[in-house]
Structures are given as structure tokens and as C-alpha cells.
């Protein structure tokens, strides 16, 4: 069994401009946050879980058939907020603004991985990048502080690219942390 999620990776531009951002926030105090590796952020359009290694050729060949009429679309990442909500935050996110076309893109994906009999997801879709999570011993306690942080920390435009393909990650969990590599890299249109 293969750890498994579907995702949109961040140009360079992108990711070094939310290190520059997680930097920031960590100079302002100690908070118990557990920060993501900048490497490690990504947009998540579906987590699969554990996939039978013998099934991903075959999520290769549908995702492929289900995103082959799709345009490449613009993301745009900028503000900063927490899940789930700011007075209660547990998760760090900046926030992604995306084409409408990027929003058909994910419904294909959902699509497609529940036609292959993986759950359908629970939530809206809601794109975003998550940057640190607060740490579980953290509780209401630490809220104030950290809900006062994000709301002072001016965040504006992280940077914009285009999106020309969706990719099927393999995440292995290790005690320093997620490492992820890419299985598949599937082309939009």
C-alpha cells in the first residue's frame, strides 16, 4: 500500500516567497506551531489514503482521460487565515485564489477517484496552502496570541503562475517528517 494524494505543486517564486512569510510569522513568538517544510506545501485537490501499488497505473490512466480537455488555469496565493476559523486556529493556511477552470479540474479528480471507489470527500473544496499546524498540546489558551498574529501579519500577494498539470504524490510518513515524491505527472489539455 502506497500513501496517496493528488495535488497541484507551487512554482519556485511561490515557495520562496512563503518560506520569506513562515520566517516572519516565527520570529513573532513561540507559539506551538508545527511548520511545514516550504518543499512539502502544496495545493491538495484529493488525499487518497492508502492505494494498492497495483491500482496506480490505472488512477494514472483515468486522471489522465479526465483533465486531457482542460486548459491550464491561473492560481493566485495571498492572505493568511486559519481553520477552522481565526479565533480558533489549529491550522495556518495562506489562501489560494484560482480560475474557474482550476475549480472543474478538482471535480474531475474528485470524480474520477470516486468512480475507482475511493470516498468521496467530506468537505467542500476549499484550496489553500497549509503552513503550520499548532502542535497538540496546544489548546484554547494559545489561541488569542496566535489569532492576533495572523490578523497583523500583512500578507498580500504570495505570487501567480499557471498550472499545466496535476500531480499524484507518494507520501511517506518518517519521524522527521512527510516526505513526498512525484508517482505521476499528468498534463492539462
Known sequence: MIRTFIALDLSPEI??????????????????VKWTA??????????????????????QSRLSAAVQNFQPFV???????????????RTI?????MDQEGYHVQKAVEKTTTDLGFPKA??????????????NSA????????AQIIRETAVTNLGTQIVNNIRVYRSDLLPAGPKYRILYDIPLG
Open 93 to 97: 493556511w495562506a489562501g489560494c485564489e
Open 15 to 32: 515557495k520562496t516567497n512563503l518560506a520569506v512569510l513562515a520566517r516572519q510569522l516565527k520570529s513573532k513568538g513561540g507559539f506551538p
Open 75 to 89: 492560481i493566485r496565493i495571498g492572505e493568511l487565515g486559519a481553520f477552522p476559523k481565526i479565533d480558533q486556529p
Open 122 to 135: 467530506d468537505r467542500p473544496f476549499s484550496p489553500h496552502l497549509t503552513i503550520g499546524r499548532l502542535i
Open 139 to 146: 489548546g484554547p489558551r494559545d489561541y488569542p496570541m496566535l
Open 38 to 59: 516550504v518543499e512539502n506545501i502544496h495545493i491538495t485537490l484529493k488525499f487518497l489514503g492508502d492505494v494498492e501499488e497495483k491500482m496506480l497505473p490505472v488512477l
